[in-house]
């Protein structure tokens, strides 16, 4: 993986997300003239082709296995968890994302303040869903 420079100009791994630019050059507004609003975040594409019901799918199924045999601490187990969680969001199923993250935190994520964050934003719009609903 080679870094990836944000428009605020934090240094992320470049993992094929689509709103990352390549890698800046020498220039200083390099990173910002790289930048290009049309393209779109790898969730929207996910949804768009219909990817991330397979590739829960096969989350679930490989979890489903490992989940009988492994107990926490495990953080790999619990990055699988994180990942299931962002595709949950992405397929609209924001309760089975919050139950994941739950369950990630628990076996040791190695991105626990990410996956904090994550929790309480699928909490938040899970109770505006709620209020709305009444």
């Known amino acids: 993986m080679t870094p990836a420079r944000t428009l605020g100009g934090e240094d992320r791994a470049a993992v094929g ?10 220039a200083s507004t390099s990173a910002a003239a790289s930048f ?12 768009k082709n219909r990817l991330a019901p397979a590739v829960a799918s096969a989350l ?9 045999f492994v107990h926490p601490p495990a953080p790999v187990v619990a990055d ?3 990942d299931w969680a962002n595709l949950s969001i992405v397929s609209g199923k924001l309760e089975t994302a ?9 076996f040791g994520m190695t991105n626990r ?14 109770k505006t869903y709620t209020k709305r609903a009444k």
């Open 60 to 68: 679930e199924s490989q979890l489903g296995e490992r989940l009988q």
């Open 17 to 26: 997300s689509g709103w990352l630019t390549s890698t800046p050059s020498s």
């Open 80 to 82: 699988l968890l994180f």
């Open 36 to 47: 290009r609003p049309e393209r779109k975040r790898a969730g929207v594409q996910l949804r």
């Open 98 to 106: 919050e139950a994941l993250y739950r369950q990630g935190l628990a």
């Open 113 to 126: 303040p990410l996956a904090q964050q994550r929790l309480v934003n699928v909490q938040r719009l899970l």
